[in-house]
Nanobody, 120 residues
Framework: QVQLVESGGGLVQPGGSLRLSCAAS????????MGWYRQAPGKERDLVAS???????NYADSVKGRFTISRDSAKNTVYLQMNSLKPEDTAVYYC??????????????WGQGTQVTVSS
């Protein structure tokens, strides 16, 4: 069984920073692309940033220049460094990963979500 566990959310003032972490564990053969999505109240879940197995990154226009996604493949962990946070960044942030399990079956796995609130 594979699971993703997120950490690092919380309350921060506008202009502040947070770092989210997401660790994949369980019966993992390999981890391909990983990413972060967010969902604000009453809105759809949208992609924030993604990183391929080879390290190529992709960002939503709204976070370019402020957020940085990275991964530690040895630890099956993905990070999201969020700087210059704005109130509109407030949302539940979800980790997503494409993982092959011990039987080489590829699946799309999601974390439980972590709340990020940007407010003074």
């Amino acid at each position: 069984q594979v699971q993703l566990v997120e950490s690092g959310g919380g309350l921060v003032q506008p202009g502040g920073s947070l770092r989210l972490s997401c660790a994949a564990s369980g019966s993992i053969f390999s981890v391909d692309a990983m990413g972060w999505y967010r969902q604000a109240p009453g809105k759809e879940r949208d992609l924030v940033a993604s990183i391929s197995g080879g390290g190529d990154t992709n960002y939503a226009d709204s976070v370019k220049g402020r957020f940085t996604i990275s991964r530690d493949s040895a630890k099956n962990t993905v990070y999201l460094q969020m700087n210059s946070l704005k109130p509109e960044d407030t949302a539940v942030y979800y980790c997503d990963a494409i993982i092959r399990n011990q039987y080489l079956i590829k699946g799309d796995y999601w974390g439980q979500g972590t709340q990020v609130t940007v407010s003074s």
